[in-house]
C-alpha cells in the first residue's frame, strides 16, 4: 500500500492550492481516503475525509467552507482543493486511509503518504 501526496508549494494569504494523493497497492473504491496536517510545535489534526466513493464528505471546523475534497478511484487520485488559504493553514499536509469508514483521527490511520509542505505567507 502506498500513498503520495504532492501539489504544495508557498502561496500568498487568500490564494489557492490542490493537493493530489496518488495511490496504489489497494482497491481504492472500497477504502475512505483522509488530510490531515501538521504545523510545527503541534498535533497532527484532521483536514478532510470523503467515503470510498465519493458520495460523504467530511471537514474539520477550521475549513469552513474553503476547501473541499475529491476522488477518482478510476484514477486512484483524491485531491484537496484548498481556497481563501489563511497563514495559519500553513502545515505538512498527508494523505492517509484506515479503512472504509471516514474518521478524522489520526491514531486510527494505517497507511499514511510521505506529505507535502504548505506555506501560506507573504
Known amino acids: 500500500v502506498q500513498l503520495q501526496a504532492s501539489g504544495g508549494g508557498q502561496v500568498q494569504p487568500g490564494g489557492s492550492l490542490t493537493l493530489s494523493c496518488t495511490t496504489s497497492g489497494f482497491t481504492l473504491d472500497t477504502t475512505a481516503l483522509h488530510w490531515f496536517r501538521q504545523a510545527p510545535g503541534k498535533e497532527r489534526e484532521g483536514v478532510s475525509c470523503?467515503?470510498?466513493?465519493?458520495?460523504?464528505?467530511y471537514y474539520g471546523d477550521f475549513v469552513k467552507g474553503r476547501f473541499i475534497i475529491s476522488r477518482d478511484n478510476d484514477k486512484n487520485t483524491a485531491w484537496l482543493h484548498m481556497n481563501s488559504l489563511k497563514p495559519e493553514d500553513t502545515a505538512v499536509y498527508y494523505c492517509a486511509t484506515g479503512g472504509p469508514q471516514c474518521y478524522l483521527s489520526a491514531g486510527v490511520m494505517d497507511y499514511w503518504g510521505q506529505g507535502t509542505q504548505v506555506t501560506v505567507s507573504s
Open positions: 470523503i467515503s470510498s466513493r465519493g458520495g460523504r464528505t
